[in-house]
């Protein structure tokens, strides 16, 4: 009996060794088998140190594939402390080169961490000063490489693009809205270390870093560089407080240039204050627009049939009386009689009153609704302003008037382009947008792209059409002649607003504007330019902000490659306006008779002889009077 017992307790004990024994060996089967990668990782983990390597941002394009926002390879200056022997002589040492305090430098080195990046002094080094560090070969100091943001047009699009932060992050502007797609993931350099820091034998792994998403946008940085040019002219010519100036394409909502003064330089952003960094003016200031907001109430008069433009007709007095209110026309004595085109050429208070008080505050306000004022456009631009507009049930007879002529609503620039964008093109209110397409870093393909957005049909393409046709002839026959570019068909819109401060209008301070585009028969390019408080001028719209668009103008007829176009209205000239006049054909003629015939230019003429072999401008040009015809000579 005991010797059965005993042998059976043997058995047991037999057996479970033998479990013990598979369990040990399947588990050590699982670790090598099964968990081998993950503690492997851990192990690594444990031996492991990373020098970071420093991404670089998305480049940004204009839609040409002009570079405006790139990257420079630095580098920065990084310390393992375990590593480090001598921490005196490291700290001097450094200190010299980077030209900081021996006991800020000490407590770098001596810091009881596993890296130590020395911020900020040690940051994106000049190849100078890197070279020096790099000299000294002390153990335990490394240079890694970073990334600096750089702006190769400095000043131009600050407050649109914004500007990176020390770490390369996004801290206003585009750079901020797109900040996680623009910013690209860290790599590193590893090896491997003991406990104490010491560096082992082991070989490095390089982990490559991933470049953010590149972006392209709908700026047209030739436009872009003459808007900038002519907005520094301005600024030096005439000392505004403050200016601004956005060219689109009326058609699809796409913005080809946007810029504002005062602006800022992205890579010194430091060195000024948060209201001249923060304020992308011509998406966050609001004002009072004057006469440009009369394209809103033309378009709602022609939609709603209360006007002919050719037909009808208004005396204009110089003021007009709506209930216990007089209100002025800004020429003194007023137009006299006038078709409504009359009206609109010489941008006549009263006659819009007239207009204003036909249409009625319901209908005048639903298109302004329409037309998308008081809200935002939604353009992908941060700090965009929403505007000001009249209550219905606060709006009388008197409200309704000074509105109808831009008086008493408060409008964003980019608001107002948008709307006059779709009285021009058809009577379609698109979305404005700045983005054309995010595109894949390494082959800048497309992965994302921003099209055409209709918010709304606004109007018809009849109404539009007679819209054109008015505002071409204020730029022909009107107020808008400064600019008038002959064969081109320019439409537009000048605007002069009061200022409003402490509830009172100033006296003295405007806001001078004027909104232009062509060719008037088939939009393709529009651009709005507004001045704050212009000094030491007559504060018009047209005198002041119509040249600039005109430049403006100019410059994107070649940048877009727009041609000629027939059928344009001849301008109305003043007694001191200089005149557009056909270059006469002079080839094959002597040289007395040829310069008999171009009395109205001057002349030049080089060669030997008598006979005019060439001539330039070329005949049937036509060129202001006073400019320079020359001519090539030979017997």
Not at 190 to 215: H, T
Not at 426 to 450: A, D, R
Not at 489 to 516: D, E, L, P, W
Request: charge should be negative.
């Amino acid at each position: 009996m005991f010797v059965r017992d005993y042998h059976k307790r043997i058995k047991i004990i037999l057996v479970v060794i033998i479990l013990l024994f598979v369990l040990i060996i399947g588990k050590i089967f699982y670790i090598q088998v099964f968990s081998y990668n993950k503690l492997n990782d851990y192990a690594n983990d444990l031996w492991s140190r990373n020098l970071p390597i420093e991404a670089n941002r998305g480049i940004i394009y204009d839609r040409n594939g002009v570079v405006i926002a790139d990257n420079i390879t630095t580098t920065s200056l990084v310390l393992i402390p375990n590593q480090i022997d001598d921490k005196e002589k490291t700290a001097k040492e450094l200190a010299e080169v980077l030209n900081v305090s021996y006991d800020d430098m000490y407590a770098h080195v001596s810091k009881k961490t596993s890296i130590e990046r020395v911020h900020p002094e040690g940051r994106r080094l000049s190849y100078e000063v890197a070279d020096k560090i790099a000299s000294l070969n002390l153990p335990g100091v490394y240079l890694v490489k970073e990334s600096k943001r750089n702006y190769p047009f400095d000043t131009y699009l600050s407050h649109t693009l914004g500007f990176v932060g020390i770490d390369n992050q996004g801290l206003s502007g585009l750079e901020l809205m797109y900040d996680n797609l623009l910013t690209g993931e860290y790599g590193a350099i590893k090896y491997f270390s003991d406990a104490k820091g010491n560096r082992l034998s082991l070989n490095e792994v390089y982990e490559k870093p991933q470049d953010g998403i590149n972006m392209t946008l709908t700026i047209n940085m030739d436009i872009q560089v003459s808007l900038e040019r002519e907005l520094d002219n301005a600024m030096l010519k005439y000392n505004p407080d403050q200016a601004l100036g956005i060219v689109m394409d009326p058609k699809t909502g796409e913005i080809l240039a946007i810029s504002s003064r005062p602006n800022f330089s992205p890579s010194e952003y430091q060195n000024y204050t948060v209201e001249e960094i923060n304020r992308n003016l011509p998406v966050w200031m609001t004002y009072e627009p004057g006469s440009t907001f009369k394209i809103i109430t033309l378009a709602a008069s022609l939609e709603e049939k209360i006007v002919d433009l050719d037909n009808d007709h208004f005396s204009d007095s110089g003021a007009i009386r709506v209930d216990n209110a007089t209100l002025h026309c800004w020429k003194h004595g007023g137009h006299g009689e006038q078709t409504y085109l009359q009206v609109v050429e010489n941008s006549c208070n009263p006659g819009f009153v007239n207009l204003g008080l036909k249409l009625g505050k319901e209908t005048l306000f639903d298109y302004i609704d329409k037309f998308g004022f008081g809200e935002k456009t939604g353009v992908d631009l941060n700090g965009e302003g929403t505007g000001i507009i009249f209550n219905l049930d606060k709006v009388g007879n008197v409200e309704l008037a000074t509105t109808a002529f831009g008086q008493g609503v408060s409008v964003t620039p980019i608001q107002q382009i948008t709307a006059v964008s779709a009285a021009i093109n058809g009577g379609y209110l698109n979305k404005p947008y700045i983005v054309k397409s995010l595109n894949e870093p390494e082959t800048n393909t497309v992965i994302q792209e921003n099209e055409r957005q209709i918010v709304r049909k606004v109007i018809s393409e009849e109404t539009s059409e007679k819209v054109r046709y008015a505002l071409e002839s204020v730029v022909s026959n009107g107020t808008g002649r400064p600019a008038y570019i002959d064969g081109y068909r320019v439409g537009g819109k000048t605007g002069t607003a009061q200022k409003v401060q402490n509830g009172r209008y100033m006296v003295g301070n405007y806001i001078v504007s004027f909104i232009g585009f062509l060719p008037a028969d088939d939009p393709q390019v529009i651009v709005y330019i507004a001045l704050d408080n212009a000094k030491g001028v007559v504060q018009y719209g047209g005198t002041v902000a119509a040249p600039i668009a005109k430049t403006v103008l100019t410059d994107a007829i070649t940048a877009l490659g727009i041609e000629k176009r027939e059928g344009s209205t001849e301008k109305k000239y003043n007694y001191n306006d200089k005149k557009y006049i056909d270059v006469a054909n002079v080839v094959g003629m002597d040289k007395n008779e040829a310069i008999k015939n171009l009395k109205s230019f001057k002349v030049e003429y080089t060669g030997t002889g008598n006979k005019v072999i060439y001539q330039s401008p070329s005949a049937g040009e036509r060129i202001l009077e006073g400019e320079t015809v020359r001519l090539l000579l030979e017997d």
